[in-house]
């Protein structure tokens, strides 16, 4: 069963009507339905356009914001996270065999006897200006 439609009876409460065949629209209601969906329709494309605008927007400001935060580094000849992370890399690497030359120079000299003199001077303390 369908329900036809519903109207106030004498009392002020709603009779209800059940059939067992089609509904049909009546004209009012199929103009204002058609009239509606295309005014919905277009309301959402015009956002989908707006929202795809934007996005396009965003983008190209996000480019040109990019482009010139790059130009304004390249000209302070900043150096990149890259090339720093190589370099310290290889600082590091220089420490750690420095630390194990030294060690090894501290077996030899052991093995041979040799010990610093007081009248060496230690290596790291040279003044080159003096």
């Known amino acids: 069963m369908r329900i036809l439609g519903g109207h106030l009876n004498s009392e002020g409460a709603t009779a209800i009507l059940y059939g067992s065949g089609p509904v049909q629209p009546t004209g009012d209601s199929k103009a204002m339905t058609q009239t509606s969906n295309r005014f919905f329709d277009e309301i959402g494309r015009l956002m989908n ?8 927007v965003k983008r190209e400001v996000d480019a040109v914001v990019r482009n010139q935060a790059e130009r304004i580094l390249r000209d ?6 890259e090339e720093f992370e190589a370099v310290k890399d ?3 690497l220089a420490r750690e065999e420095n630390e194990m030359l030294k060690a090894r120079i501290a077996v030899l000299e052991a093995k041979l006897g040799i010990g610093v003199s007081p009248a060496v001077p230690d290596a790291g303390s040279l003044n080159p200006d003096g």
């Open 49 to 56: 356009d707006a929202a795809g605008a934007a996005q396009g």
């Open 76 to 81: 302070l000849d900043v150096v990149k996270r």
């Open 90 to 92: 290889m600082s590091r």
